[in-house]
C-alpha cells in the first residue's frame, strides 16, 4: 500500500533530519489518513492516488501563484514539493500514447465532451493530469 511507503519515506526524512521532506510526507500522510478516516475503511489504489493528484495540483497552483508573484524562494521549495510527491505516482502517459488509448477506447471525432470524459477519466485515472486529457480529448473529438 502507498500509505505504508509514505510512512517509511517520512521515517527515513525524519533521520536525515530532511525537513521539505519531512513537511510534504507528513501532509500526505495526514491527508491519507484523513480520507481513510471518511471512508471508515482501508483506501483502494485509485482512491490513494486520487489523494495524492489532489495535493500535486495544490501545489502545482502553489508553484503558479509563487511564479507570479515572483517569488524564487517560494519556486524552489514548490517544485521540489512537487518531484517528491510525483514520485509516489506511476510514471505519467505522454500525449500520444494519451491519444492511442483514448482512440482505441472509441472517442472519435463528432463525440460529445462530456461523453468522452466519461470514458477517458477512468481508464486514465494517474497516469495522466486532468488537464493534459482534457487537452487531447478536446483534440480528438
Known sequence: MLKTKVFEQLKTAMKEKDA???????????ALDAAEK?????????????????EVK????????????GRADLIEKEEAKLILLKSFLPK??????IAEKLTEA????????GEAMKIAKPLLTGQADGAVISKVVKSLI
Do not use: C, P, W
Open 20 to 30: 521539505l521532506a519531512k513537511g510534504v510526507l507528513s501532509l500526505l500522510k495526514s
Open 38 to 54: 471518511d471512508k471508515g475503511e482501508a483506501l483502494t489504489a485509485a482512491e490513494e492516488m486520487a489523494v495524492i493528484n489532489r
Open 58 to 69: 495544490q501545489t502545482n497552483q502553489a508553484l503558479e501563484g509563487a511564479q507570479t508573484a
Open 92 to 97: 505519467q502517459l505522454s500525449e500520444e500514447e
Open 106 to 113: 472509441g472517442i472519435s471525432k463528432g463525440m460529445n465532451m
